[in-house]
């Protein structure tokens, strides 16, 4: 039977479909395919709930063309019982003769596991198919599997003439310098709800007193974290406030906590190497993608130690003259979209542009 490209095309689609609720799953999209024609498809739709293929082949009203179908999947089936059972048993108990794979989970539990296990029980299996494109799609899965530590995105805004505010001290009742239009302010509160957490430093909590939430578009808030060495940051700030947790990387915790939200205080050694040590302790934490808005010490301090995997940068049109520098980065310009007043870049890391 000749195998076709386009139903895998139709599950990395389905599997966008899962962006922001999956998270740290993988995004998956399968598809059932009988006679050239799709009978059946399914995505992971939320993380603890049933697998892409699970909801594929449940979608299938014969059951019995199971038996005469290829079963197309952009990540290798799972072997291991988790949340859920395994996918792999799954596909042999209902017969199906042929799976198609776009590209193998780096998972240890399923790495390879869930291949073998379907052709040893007689099912023809094909790997690789639009490999690169699966790769792409759950970047931040192999990033988590593979090195260990949580996915890191750098998002700011800076004036044309290079700049991301004025200069500003907590206290001075300066404002700060507004970049982003309602449109690209929206668009951050989309990519807030496809990561676990996100994070600032000490001096934009003090300044901005942001709420690092997502309330301008739907899907989960993430975990908010912020660093705070000398505990400077008041009580009653907003990042204490409201529906999300938050997590304080200090030097030592205070003996006061806020009250309004779950907060936990966690002691890292600041003559050591601090953004490594804040990874380690995130990844320990299960936070397996994280967003860094500022400020500029912060978000260069990941840039040197190339510890960043993508970055939007928007740029406006009008210059400031002076104030705070914006960080230098460089790496692959993903792509660009333009905005009233603005273009924002997409940039990503050289580290894991590839998997290989």
Known sequence: MELNPLFMERCLQLARKGEGFTKPNPLVGAVVVHNGKIIGEG????????????????????GALLRESTLY???EPCAHHG????????IIHREIPRVVVATGDPNPNVSGKGIAMMRENGIEVTLGMLEKEALELNRMFFVNQLHHRPYIILKWAQSSDGFMDYLRKPGDGKRPVIISNTVTHTIVHKFRTQVQGIMVGTNTALLDDPRLTARKWFG????RVVIDRQNKIPADASIFDGPAPT???TASAPAHTAKKSPVKYIEIDFSGDVCQQILDRLYDEKIYSLMIEGGAQLLASFIEKEMWDEAYVEIAQKGIQSGVEAPAIRGDVAAFRNYPGSVQFHLKSKITRNFH
Do not use: M, W
Not at 52 to 57: G, R
Not at 83 to 90: D, G, I, Q, S
């Open 73 to 75: 999947v952009s990540l």
């Open 83 to 90: 949340k859920t059972p395994p996918c792999a048993e799954l």
């Open 43 to 62: 995505f992971h739709r939320q993380y603890g709930e049933a697998h892409a293929e699970v909801n594929a082949i449940a979608s299938v009203k014969d």
């Open 247 to 249: 997590i304080v990387f």
């Open 220 to 223: 989960n808030d993430p975990l």
